[in-house]
């Protein structure tokens, strides 16, 4: 017989003892006399908590030892996976809790929950450090950590205390500590852009004059679709179905311009359910560029389209990704900024780092941009962030102005 892992656990009568009980988690749950009122309560209450919990009984109920720190990972995990969804498909979420657990995991896997404490977490941020994580990033895991015992907390598998000393273990402070700094995303030159877009198909060098024209994350970038698009006024306002911040309730606004209405204006005569950045479409139109500089005469060599995959085990999607965009950038780096050939190992891999750029740096960009000619304030409305101090994270600081006034009052 399968285990039926869906059905509701049954109200029955103890013919012994003629009190009604129900089993949950391998436990009999003694409710009281059969069908009195008081055992229907109380038989409800069990099953709802039983049910709301994942079909999971606490350590206390059980009656079983405390559960370990292993135990409470792959408890919490099934909840990650369940709630850290976006439009049905995993987000990158998970990928963080499973780095963070990692190390928590080995450290601390078959010792009680309950007994790990602020000690524990500082050995297991140490452990962090010691694999060349940066300061920002082992915040980030120790702060996943936090969140494992505070679900912990709230499921009634670890006391509610430890939460408390846990969160007594503070981020570490820029220059306090042994961990690296991370250079953080910089704005990328335009010039550097232009040079690029030379190499990239017409779609996808639209795409990036229209990221530095708008400010608009790469994501929006890719799912634009004319009827997101309001333009009734002489600005457009574009309204992303999707965006980082929906999950919060937050709306975000995209106002495009002259500028972005001339990149953009090509690609909205179409179906207004379809996307105006199609990879289908840019395969064709690479495939037609190719065609018109070919030498060879037609009726000599390859005729078009017969050297192509017969299978292929990739074929161009309605849309581009984030992650598919921001390999067309770096494909058409590679062909406008080649490194240097005597350049080998470190040497190499540093060279390349400093060459190369993704979608992410054309929104600091763009923000730079927007904050020396319009002010911090403009710049924060433009990419849709709700304090300031997100933006000055994404806009530089205005260098020009600063010598301004060294000139004048030094």
Known sequence: ???????????RKHKPSGQAVVTLGGRDHYLGPHSSKSSIALYDRLVAEYLATGRRTTAQEAGNEAITVTELIAAFWKHAQKYYRKNGKPTSELHIIK???????????????????????KACREAMIGKAYSRTTVNSLVSRIKNVFRWGVAEQLVPATLITALDAVKNLQPGRTTAKESEGVKPVPVEVVD???RHLSPIVG???????????????????????????????EYRPPDHKLA?????????????????????????????????????????ELRMSKRVT????????GT??????????????????????ITRACEVAFPPPKELKGDALKKWIKANRWSPNQLRHTAATAIRQQFGLEAASIMLGHSSLTTTLIYAEANAAKARQVAEVMG
Request: glycine content about 6%.
């Open 1 to 11: 017989m399968p285990k039926l892992s869906s059905a509701v656990p049954k109200y």
């Open 99 to 121: 780095m963070a657990v990692k190390v928590l995991k080995e450290f601390y896997g078959r010792e009680a929950a309950a007994d790990f404490g602020p000690l524990k977490l």
């Open 195 to 197: 040079q690029t877009v």
């Open 206 to 236: 639209a795409m990036v004059r229209f990221q530095l024209a708008t400010g608009c994350r790469p994501a929006e970038v890719c799912q634009i679709r004319p009827m997101d698009i309001d333009r009734t006024g002489p600005i457009w």
């Open 247 to 287: 999950h919060k309730n937050k709306t975000r606004v995209i106002f495009i311009g002259p500028a972005g209405q001339e990149i953009i204006g090509p690609y909205i005569d179409r179906d207004p359910s379809k996307y105006c950045f199609s990879p289908k479409e840019s395969a064709a139109a690479v495939r």
């Open 297 to 304: 005469p037609l009726h000599h060599g390859n005729r078009a």
């Open 307 to 328: 050297n192509r995959k017969a299978k292929p085990q990739r074929h161009p999607g309605d849309r581009f990704t984030s992650c598919s965009y921001a390999r067309a």
